[in-house]
C-alpha cells in the first residue's frame, strides 16, 4: 500500500458531484435517492471487473447493492484493489459458500426472545430496530437479514421489543443497531429513545451506526439535539480504513462529540483492506483526531461467501503488537473473535506472559526484552539497602 494513500490529506468536497448544488449535495435525502444501486449505474462512473460485473449481477439475491454518491467519491475508480471499492463494491466470490459458514454465525436468532432483540448477555440487549442501510457492506456481519435481497422478512417489533426491555431489569445496557438506527426518521428515533429514557433500569444507551461514514449528512443538529435531550447516548462508528476519514466525516464526529455522544469505533478486519499494521496504525491516528476511541477490532464472522474477506488472526495479533506501546494507549482496540454459535466476544490477545509461579510473573514488553515482577512479600532485612529501581536488562 502506498504511504501517500494511508497518510491522504482529509479528502473534501463533491468530487464527481460538481455540479450539484451544495444544498442538495448536504441534504441526506438527496444522497439516498441518488445512491448506485445498479450495474449500469455504476458503470457511468467507473469501469468495473469482470469479477465486479459478475458479483453485481447477484447482489440482489445476497446483499442489495447501495453506495451513496458521497461515499462513492472515496473510490479510487483506476484501482481494482481499493481498499474502499472492495469494501462496497460486489464480486463473484461472493457466491461461493465455503466450510464452516453460516447464514446465522452467532445464532442470534437462537438468542431472539422478540423478533429482532438478542438477549445473549445477562445484562444487556442487542435491539436490531431497521435492516436498512445507508450502503451496504458486502462483508456485513447481518448479510442475512439485512436489505433483504434472501428474503428473510425482518419486521422489526419496536413496540414488543420495548415491552420485554421494560418486563426485564436485568436489563441495564440497550444497544440500537439493524441494519442502521440513524436511518430512522428523527421521529421514530426520538420515540424509541424516549421510551427507552423512561425505563429505571435502563442505564446505558447505545447505538452501532454506519451512517457517519456513509452519509455523514444525516448528522444534522436535529438529530444531535435528539441526543442531548435524552443522552448519554453512546455511539460506535464502524471505520475500516484511513481513507474513510474525510473532513465530512470529521465535522459529523464533532457535532455528535459535542451533542455529548461518546464515540467509539468499531472496526472488522479484512483481507487486503486493512490487515496491515501501517493501515491500522493511520486509522487509529485518525480516528483520535476526531474524537473517536477505537474500541473494538473483529474477526471477521462465518458468513456465507464472506471467504474473500477472512483475515489470519495472526496478522491481527501482529497488528495488535505493533500498535501496543508503541503508540497512544487510547488507540488500541480490543481485537475479538464473536464465537461461533453464539458464545460472546472473546478477546484475543498477543502473548507478553511468559510465566506466572508463587515467586513471579515473567513477561515480555513491546519492544520484547524480558521483565520480572516480584509476588512473594518478604521483608527487606532491617538496614538493607533499599534499590533506587529494577536492572533493565534488555534481553
Ligand atoms: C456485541 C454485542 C453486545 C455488546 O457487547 P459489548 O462487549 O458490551 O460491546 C451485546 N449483545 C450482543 C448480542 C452483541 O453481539
Ligand atoms: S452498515 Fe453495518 S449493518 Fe449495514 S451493511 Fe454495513 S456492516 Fe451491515
Redesign the pocket.
Known sequence: MPDADIHADWFEGQGLWQEVPAADWQDWGWQLKHRLTTTEQLERYMELTEDEKAGCAHANQK?ALAITPYFFNLIDRRDPACPIRRQVIPRAAELVISEGEMADSLNEDGHSPVPGLVHRYPDRVLFLVTDR?????R?????RL??NAQDYNFHPEHEQALRYIEAHPEVRDVLL????PLLLSDRKLEHLLSRLRAIKHVEFIRI???IPV?LPQRITPALCEIFKKYGPVWMSI?VNHPRECTSELRAACERLSFAGVPLGNQS?LLRGINDEPEVMKALVHRLLQMRVRPYYLYQMDLITGGAHFKADVRKGLEIIRALRGHTTGYAVPQYVIDAPGGGGKVPVNPDYVEAITDEAVIFRNYEGHRFTYPLQTRPLPAGAAVPVTANLKAE
Open positions: 446483499l442501510c445507508a450502503a451496504y457492506c462483508y456485513c456481519t447481518r448479510s439485512v436489505s443497531s439493524g441494519g442502521d452501532g451506526s454506519r456513509f464502524h472488522v
